[in-house]
T-cell receptor, first 112, second 111 residues
């Protein structure tokens, strides 16, 4: 059964720092991996989707990489801003490809 | 832009009431999902649907039912609301193994 973990659980950094969020999954036979952002009391916003054939995806200051063989993905945020403060979750399709398995999230605080 | 719209942001209902949560997506996605999210427990799948009139139980279906009469609409029903169903409810849609898109969430309080 696919399991997803995220490290660290929480992170607090000063504005301007580059930072890395980690996501690990137990079954490397995935179709894709998706990163989300969630603001308090809101739904999840899709940030990046990496297909299994890709190594990385970029959107603005965000870069996500995928290493299927080691069961890892990283989300790199460049030049962090207070507006980046949120919880970041990663997710992969389950073994049947019908549902998603979510990590517990990393709660990020960027201090001005 | 893909849009997934949930009918309410906030709801307050009384114990024993029948509650309907509605979700509509505009991207012709086959799959639609209902999750609940509680502090420390993460997202838990209640039900999902992979086609009109088709539904599958998720991890915590007890006390809930769903309806999918049209492809774009997926309804979550609490037959008799209880206080332990106070939670954030999230609807999502996707193509098969495709990118998932979420609604804005419904914060339900049962008193």
């Amino acid at each position: 059964k696919q399991e997803v973990t995220q490290i660290p659980a929480a992170l607090s950094v000063p504005e301007g720092e580059n930072l890395v969020l980690n996501c690990s999954f137990t079954d490397s036979a995935i179709y894709n991996l998706q990163w989300f952002r969630q603001d308090p009391g809101k739904g999840l916003t899709s940030l990046l989707l990496i297909q299994s054939s890709q190594r990385e995806q970029t959107s603005g200051r965000l870069n996500a990489s995928l290493d299927k063989s080691s069961g890892r993905s990283t989300l790199y945020i460049a030049a962090s801003q207070p507006g980046d403060s949120a919880t970041y979750l990663c997710a992969v399709p389950d073994n049947y490809g019908q549902n998603f398995v979510f990590g517990p999230g990393t709660r990020l605080s960027v201090l001005p | 832009d893909v849009k997934v719209t949930q009918s309410s942001r906030y709801l307050v209902k009384r114990t024993g009431e029948k509650v309907f949560l509605e979700c509509v997506q505009d991207m012709d996605h086959e799959n639609m999902f209902w999750y609940r999210q509680d502090p420390g427990l993460g997202l838990r799948l209640i039900y999902f649907s992979y086609d009109v009139k088709m539904k599958e139980k998720g991890d915590i279906p007890e006390g809930y039912s769903v309806s999918r009469e049209k492809k774009e609409r997926f309804s979550l029903i609490l037959e008799s609301a209880s206080t332990n169903q106070t939670s954030m409810y999230l609807c999502a849609s996707s193509f098969l193994v495709g990118e998932a898109f979420f609604g804005q969430g419904t914060r339900l309080t049962v008193v």
